[in-house]
């Protein structure tokens, strides 16, 4: 969360500001995280209504594992059933890397729609480990027409899905009535 978001609690938008705020709380500094995983030449597939979700590519430390011999991670952060269609994997309860079979496919839309009741937004967490030159030298391959990048269109690991409340601005009660 803290090297896919942009921004800090007074300059972003609402669902990163929530995620910001849920880091915080966690005891995480999201600034240092930035400063560690970031490399200089970010790269960064920002969100937008038609791709639904938010990429940023963090680079590994030395000691860090990966699934190849290449330092660079892709997290994608965005609307549950979005990213969720792009996992192969998850992570279980200690955090181990988990096949996605449909009987916990089948979880995590209850999950899903549990939350929705609940009328909150749903944002889901993942992961995938890069190969050297996957989806181009930068990664930022797309398939002509396509506003998905290569390395977003699939194998990703979900680490979690949230639940956001979203708070009525102090305008919407004049505003519907």
Do not use: W
């Not at 669902?15 to 999201?30: L, N, S």
Request: proline share 2%; with cysteine; hydrophobic share 35%.
């Amino acid at each position: 969360m803290s090297c896919n978001t942009t921004g800090n609690v007074k300059d972003a938008g609402a669902t990163e500001i929530a995620m910001i705020k849920f880091i915080t709380r966690c005891d995480v500094d999201f600034q240092f995280m930035r400063q560690k995983y970031l490399p200089k030449d970010i790269i960064r597939f920002q969100f937008d209504s038609s791709r639904k979700r938010m990429s940023t590519v963090v680079e590994l430390e030395e000691d860090e594992e990966s699934e190849y011999d290449y330092p660079f991670r892709l997290h994608t952060k965005g609307a549950s059933e979005i990213v969720l269609a792009t996992c192969s994997h998850y992570l279980d309860f200690d955090g181990k890397k988990q096949v996605l079979d449909a009987k916990m496919l089948e979880n995590m839309d209850l999950i899903i729609k549990s939350y929705a009741k609940e009328a909150l937004r749903t944002i889901a967490f993942a992961y995938k480990d890069l190969m050297e030159d996957e989806g181009g030298p930068l990664h930022e391959e797309k398939e002509e027409g396509s506003k998905i990048y290569k390395i977003e269109e699939g194998g990703l690991t979900l680490i979690a899905i949230a639940g956001i409340k979203d708070i009525i601005r102090d305008e919407v009660p004049d505003a519907v009535a």
